[in-house]
């Protein structure tokens, strides 16, 4: 008997306008995404003046590059900050991938018999914690991390919220992959290493991400333990630079500082030049890890 080929007629009205629909509002919400960081560059591109007088808007109305030179002013000092942010969040991510990883693992292995009383242990952490004061005098008198890389690393290294994904995700592999290693002489490392790590490239591209991301943007420890402007991060050195413009405009409002005429701090500008110097090279990674951060934060929320 003949095989018909039969051809795919389209969908109905109803179909096609729901589909029409769905575009519309993607597209739209794509313009609501986008829109901000076209603001955020064109303003950065914009004299003060004109963004005092007209605000913000999608094409630089009195293009100027003020606010990156007073940026880049200090070429060294910005040079030796995105080397300590780049050395801390590739060092940070690697240690904090390692740490929440092998507890998840631990925590997931059903003949390890105190495991519920651990899990218990970190989960009582992130309901109490002993203050901003003891914590600080045991990273600086106890732990001496004063004006070392170990104060911006460490107490970012590990993260209740990211041990419990890295647990969950770990759970759904099957027992028996670690149960025929170990018959085969395998230890629990090379387990981990060998065999629960390759299969786990979502969760390790997910936790990757979010403790790069928390490393990049991390200013508050720069701020606590760096004294040393050769010590200090981009975030916190941006920061600084802009406090100390402020400070500058305050002296300038009061009277405390004869100035000429026609001087105008790019505050506003350099707010938005900031941002593109900061979140440029950061922003790069995630289409890295986009095909693998939903599965694995989905995976690793949903198993229990």
């Not at 085969?184 to 490239?201: H, N, T, V, W």
């Not at 333990?225 to 002296?251: G, N, P, R």
Request: with cysteine; charged share 15%.
């Amino acid at each position: 008997m003949a095989h018909r080929h039969h051809r795919r007629l389209p969908g109905s009205a109803s179909e096609i306008s729901f589909r029409a629909l769905g575009y519309v509002l993607l597209f739209s919400f794509g313009l609501i995404c986008v829109i901000p960081f076209v603001l955020i560059i064109v303003s950065s591109f914009t004299s003060e003046s004109a963004l005092v007088r007209n605000g913000f808007t999608l094409f630089p109305e009195e293009f100027s590059l003020e606010a990156y030179k007073m940026v880049f002013t200090n070429p060294e000092r910005i040079g030796r900050a995105y080397l300590n942010t780049i050395f801390v969040t590739c060092v940070g991510t690697v240690t904090s991938l390692f740490l929440n990883t092998l507890t998840g693992y631990v925590l997931s292995r059903r003949d390890f018999k105190w495991r519920n009383g651990f899990s218990f242990f970190f989960f009582f952490t992130t309901l109490f914690s002993g203050g901003l004061i003891p914590w600080y005098l045991l990273c600086t008198q106890t732990l001496h991390f004063k004006n070392t890389y170990y104060g911006l690393i460490l107490p970012m290294a590990f993260s209740v919220w990211n041990m419990i994904i890295a647990k969950n995700f770990m759970k759904g592999i099957p027992y028996e992959i670690s149960e025929s290693a170990k018959m085969d002489g395998a230890g629990e490392l090379r387990i981990y290493f060998q065999m629960y790590l390759p299969i786990s490239k979502p969760l390790l591209a997910t936790l990757g991400l979010f403790a790069a991301l928390g490393y990049w943007n991390d200013w508050y420890n720069s701020m606590l333990f760096s004294t040393k402007e050769e010590m200090q991060s981009l975030q916190y050195f941006l920061q600084d630079m802009l406090s100390t413009i402020q400070a500058l405009k305050q002296l300038i409002a009061d009277g405390h500082m004869e100035v000429t005429e026609n001087l105008v701090l790019p505050t506003t500008a350099m707010r938005m030049a900031m941002t593109c110097v900061v979140t440029g090279p950061i922003i790069f990674l995630y289409p890295l890890v986009q095909r693998y951060f939903v599965k694995g934060l989905t995976i690793g929320a949903v198993k229990g």
